[in-house]
């Protein structure tokens, strides 16, 4: 493990607490100094409590920007979408002010989108000043799965921000952040719970094959520091 600062919580309330209050900090640091913000958040169903958390202060949210690290190339009403998820418990309450960057792009397939997102992100997000990044039971983050045709592209690529894949292991062709695009934000947490994930996070301390889990890619590695808070 490389460089990385790690915060274990018993309680998920203090958990949520401790992350919501470090990120709204970043994202006010972030306003004072350039004037706007911009906070990545990942999907699934660990972030829900975050966000809810998150939406609850009361900062400057029209000056933030919101996007997501990883889609479902599914509508944007889909039970799994994960711009469903963002919309319904994060852009709410104070933070209904922020603005939302979807990753989904209608009527245009993943392939062909691919470019449209990277230039979309390029142009409305970047510098990336916030993400934060969740963890699969199979070591995926984002959505960067292991053993995938696409992985080593999507971990090696200095060019491309945003990568199409289509898992072997879980539903729907999805759009991800690549390796590049992450490591570029200023601040970057990995929130993960429950025993399941404990036991993969052991495997990538003992240094796993990023190949098999691809958080190891994100964790072992010089460039960035990451902020690890966990249950
Ligand atoms: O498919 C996804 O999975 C990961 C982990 O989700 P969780 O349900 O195990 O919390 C998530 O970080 C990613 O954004 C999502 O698309």
New binding site residues.
Partial sequence: MKNNNEHFFLEQKELIDALSSKIIANLEEAILHKGSASLLV??????KPLFEKLSSFDIPWEKVKIA?????WIDKNHKDS?EKLVRDSLLVNFAKKAQFVSMYQENINIEDAQELCSDIYKKELFPLDVLI?????DG????LFPNNIKLKESLETLNKICICMKPDT?PYE?MSLTKTAILSASNIYLH?EGVE?RNVYKKVLEGANSNDMPISAILNQDKKKIEVYYK
């Fill in positions: 990942s999907g699934g169903s660990t972030p997501l690290c990883d889609e479902r994960n990044l969740g963890m699969g039971n995926h983050t984002a959505s879980a999805r993960f994930k």
